[in-house]
């Protein structure tokens, strides 16, 4: 009797443990896939920064380097840092950029992620007061794709490794890149579901009411509140349930990803939120597994696709491929050398998260450097490279129903009253029906957030932009500013005055006032609102 009991013992064994290597399975086209994805979405990002490099990236714009390490973690780490000349921090970004194509197309792939995380970060770093959490997403994400192989397939290093490439990997690497999406919508809902906008389905429309961020498709599909509201209920409950997207595998993972690529789709097409779709669409991506591709394959032969063009196009790349240098110190040794430095790496990450989760609920004498205990020391090492894992709360508990605009009121040296930040004549009526209008880049609107927040706060955030204002307005304008004044305008949304801005109360927030030049400040009294 107790060698057949063993024997269903290690059979019950072994398929619990290929139960759980498929929960974390990766297919390597899927991770070829996300390598050009996250390639793509970096040089966007560079692309789009841009437009604001000297506003947002230099020493005579609003975020000088003081100030970017002032409000950054401390020792946070950034290439940026190590210069103000503008020219060369042109060259860095031009730089990240190249790097971002040399993963795009994996060479030296493994080496082009670490760069691009570390070029990242450093750019984050550089500017801390235009982030999202679509930018902490994208570090994490970066940080787990460091150790996976995502040039295994479609790629010069695939080409120039002369094998037949692994078909998926599922370890330790591949649960923690999952898990982080898991994590991230979980605790989203756990915050969520403590909210009764969320839970009785009111949060979607009220959010669907913020004219300070919405646009496209928004005004039309205000007019249908139940289907907003039947929306808000399926996006609680699929963060609730987003475990399952590890619990599951082939095509009911499919179909789960594709419900959160579509729930992301329509933030794309509402909500101008900058690149938290596109970022979290990546993330999905890992989830597909060697179904997709075979579904794939048979959806293209069903349609009678021609693949032969794709062939030879495959070939023609290879054979280019193929001429790319490959310098490379290999031997037996070097080789095990590197999997073990690759393997102590993520087994020291992993420990220092486990040491985080453990010691985080425990009081612990401090043992390093006679001050912070190992929990502590842990944080800051993550925080220095923008891998500390915030709280997710994405529109939670409560979902913000206020909209917002701005008003400087300004005076010129000939007595005229201006609004400087909208560039009109003073008035505390709205710029625009349309309040996203006043923001130039979604990243203007988080950067307005942290001017919000540094004058309620008293730090030099709000300084810095009204002295860029003093400085700039005679050369855009002819006349210059003697003083300056920072307000918000808050509406408030209710459920009746969702598409009826008129009917919103609104009220005044006094943010600043600054003296340009010798003048001493003075407060520009706002309108009774």
Request: hydrophobic content about 45%; some cysteine; glycine content about 6%.
């Amino acid at each position: 009797m107790e060698r057949p009991v063993r024997s269903q013992l290690e059979t019950g064994v072994r398929r619990v443990r290929r139960n759980l290597a498929d929960s974390v399975r990766i297919d390597t086209r899927t991770l070829a896939v996300f390598r050009v994805f996250v390639g793509l979405l970096i040089v966007a990002d560079i692309v789009l920064r841009s437009r604001n490099f000297s506003f947002y990236y230099t020493e005579d714009g609003v975020v000088p380097q003081s100030i970017a390490m002032e409000l950054s973690a401390d020792g946070a780490f950034s290439f940026y840092h190590l210069t103000t000349d503008p020219t060369v921090i042109a060259a860095l970004m031009g730089l990240q950029v190249l790097i971002a194509i040399q993963l795009i197309v994996g060479y030296k792939t493994r080496v082009a992620m670490v760069l691009s995380f570390l070029f990242v970060v450093s750019l984050d770093h550089h500017n801390p007061l235009v982030l999202s959490y679509a930018d902490t997403l994208f570090r994490l994400l970066l940080f787990w794709a460091i150790f996976l192989p995502l040039g295994e397939r479609w790629s010069v290093d695939a080409v120039h490794a002369e094998r037949e490439p692994r078909e998926s990997v599922a370890g330790i690497a591949s649960a923690l890149i999952l898990s982080q999406m898991v994590y991230m919508y979980f605790l989203n809902w756990y915050h969520k579901s403590q909210s009764d906008l969320w839970t009785g389905g009111e949060a979607t429309p009220l959010v669907m009411g913020l004219d300070d961020m919405t646009f496209l498709l928004t005004p039309y599909i205000r007019q249908f509140p139940a289907l907003l509201e039947l929306g808000t209920h399926l996006w609680y409950y699929m963060l609730m349930f987003s475990w399952l997207l590890i619990v599951f595998v082939g095509r009911k993972r499919m179909f789960l990803a594709a419900l959160f690529v579509g729930g992301h789709v329509s933030f794309i097409l509402t909500v101008r939120i900058g690149a938290f779709p596109y970022v979290a669409i990546a993330g999905l991506l890992l989830f597909l597994q060697a179904q997709f591709w075979t579904d794939l394959q048979r959806v293209a032969d069903l349609l009678d696709v021609d693949r032969s063009r794709l062939t030879r196009t495959r070939r023609t790349l290879a054979s280019h491929a193929a001429a790319v240098p490959n310098p490379r110190l290999s031997s037996p040794s070097l080789d095990r050398f590197r999997v073990n430095v690759h393997s102590v790496f993520l087994g020291v990450v992993v420990g220092s998260l486990v040491l985080l989760s453990i010691l985080s609920y425990m009081p612990v004498v401090s043992v390093i450097d006679g001050n912070s205990p190992p929990e502590q020391q842990v944080d800051d090492i993550a925080s220095s490279f923008g891998v500390d894992q915030p709280e997710w709360s994405v529109f939670a508990p409560e979902p913000r129903t206020t909209d917002r605009y701005y008003v400087f009121p300004a005076v010129t040296e000939d007595g005229e009253y201006v609004d400087a930040y909208n560039e009109r004549e003073l008035t505390y009526e709205r710029p625009s029906d349309e309040l996203q209008t006043q923001y130039d880049t979604y990243r203007e609107r988080f950067y307005m957030n942290s001017v919000r927040s540094g004058g309620l706060n008293d730090n030099e955030v709000p300084t810095a932009l009204a002295e860029h204002l003093c400085s700039t307005w005679e050369d855009d304008h002819g006349e210059e500013l003697t003083h300056i004044n920072m307000y918000v305008v808050s509406e408030d949304i209710t459920y009746e005055t969702i598409d009826d801005h008129d009917e919103r109360d609104r009220n005044t927030t006094h943010l600043y006032e600054h003296g340009c030049g010798d003048n001493e400040p003075k407060e520009i009294q706002p309108p009774d609102l």
